[in-house]
């Protein structure tokens, strides 16, 4: 399982994006919250929806068949 994370600003596109432990494109400490520990980005994506409303995977670091999957939400 992996650590994943939430930026609490919406990116100009207005919505709020997902980042894994370690990406290089994630948000500083202050401006991310932790969403937990979960087995793929789309659960992570899940949990940062029912924060925000609106929430997208970063297209750095969430594997390529999960974008596949993704798609259907």
Sequence with gaps: MK???VCKFPSEE?????HKQGCCLIPAEGERLFLGFMNT???A?????NLFG??????????????AV???F
């Design 41 to 43: 980005s789309n659960l």
């Design 70 to 72: 993704r798609k259907k």
């Design 3 to 5: 650590r994943y994370y």
């Design 14 to 18: 207005g919505g709020h994006e997902v």
């Design 54 to 67: 609106v929430a997208r995977p970063c297209s750095w670091c969430c594997d390529r068949v999960e974008l």
């Design 45 to 49: 994506v899940i949990a940062a929806r």
